[in-house]
């Protein structure tokens, strides 16, 4: 990391000085490409945390999302200016043993796809979601998991395992990307989705725009005079005609709390009462 941020800082250097010659303007942001730390390919002989956020207590690779979001910044570059990836798909393993499922088992290269029911790539074993998803539920007998040490869903049926960034992982990032101040967050890729589960975990962590559920609280009040004229005819054995008027006079006040659906075309609070709940 001692490199990377001798790369960063020079190339920082390197865009400003670029600028200041051509007047083209800066950096608008930087894609950080925070997954691909294991796959089968680069680690045969153990599971890993695919896509982590934080280290853990990895000791063999420590590379993690968080590690990179503070090199840029100490490189120097803006929170503003940094967009998180998020990974839509993840990386199966075979496993040795199948009673050892935790991550860093021993394990043996990319799990096989024919045998498991979904396609995995055979080289570096990488899979979509909404593969994953298809092999957790037709493995109801499986073992799924959730680690927070380093921000990653995994799951083992038989002897394959896969690492990946399921509900939980993601919204745990995008709360990470949103308190960091950062710019956003992207997908790679939204095809690897399925039935919008992790695109709809993603917004419902940070809602765009403005926060979540903004509350709000008003005062109506209505002061008047009211009245109604009406003439009612009845036909049968006799009929009767006549006029009603009624005059109403008061006042009302009515406080109530409001809550913003973030649907309203209207910025919170302005005229949030049309969009109550």
């Not at 796809?113 to 995995?120: D, E, K, L, Q, T």
């Not at 967050?185 to 765009?208: C, E, F, N, Q």
């Not at 109604?228 to 009302?252: L, M």
Request: glycine share 10%.
């Amino acid at each position: 990391m001692t490199k990377l941020g001798s790369l960063l800082t020079e190339w920082s250097a390197a865009v400003k000085h670029e600028s200041d010659l051509t007047g083209n303007g800066r950096l608008d942001w930087i894609n950080l490409v925070a997954y691909d730390f294991y796959d089968p390919a680069l680690s045969r002989n153990a599971t890993g945390p695919f896509a982590t956020l934080y280290g853990g207590n990895d000791t063999i690779i420590p590379l993690y999302g968080d590690l990179g979001v503070e090199a840029w910044i100490q490189a120097p570059v803006a929170a503003q200016q940094i967009v998180l990836g998020l990974p839509f798909y993840g990386a199966a393993w075979l496993l040795v043993d199948a009673t050892k499922t935790e991550i860093f088992a021993p394990a043996n290269g990319p799990a096989d796809g024919h045998a498991a029911g979904v396609y995995i790539d055979p080289i570096n074993g990488t899979i979509l979601y909404n593969q994953i998803k298809y092999f957790i539920e037709t493995h109801p007998e499986g073992n799924e998991k959730y680690s927070a040490d380093y921000v990653l869903d995994y799951f083992s049926a038989e002897k394959t395992w896969i690492g990946y960034n399921g509900i939980k992982s993601i919204t745990a990032k995008v709360t990470y990307a949103r308190d960091k101040t950062l710019l956003g967050y992207y997908a790679w890729h939204v095809g690897g989705d399925r039935d919008r589960t992790l695109s709809g975990a993603a917004s419902g962590a940070w809602p765009i725009p403005g926060p979540e559920r903004d509350t709000a609280t008003g005062t109506s009040t209505s002061t008047g005079t009211a009245t109604a004229t009406a003439t009612s005819t009845a036909s049968g054995v006799g009929t009767v005609t006549g006029t009603v008027t009624s005059a109403i006079t008061g006042t009302n006040t009515n406080k109530h709390t409001f809550i913003c659906t973030n649907t309203c075309p209207a910025p919170a609070p302005a005229r949030c009462e049309n969009y109550q709940q």
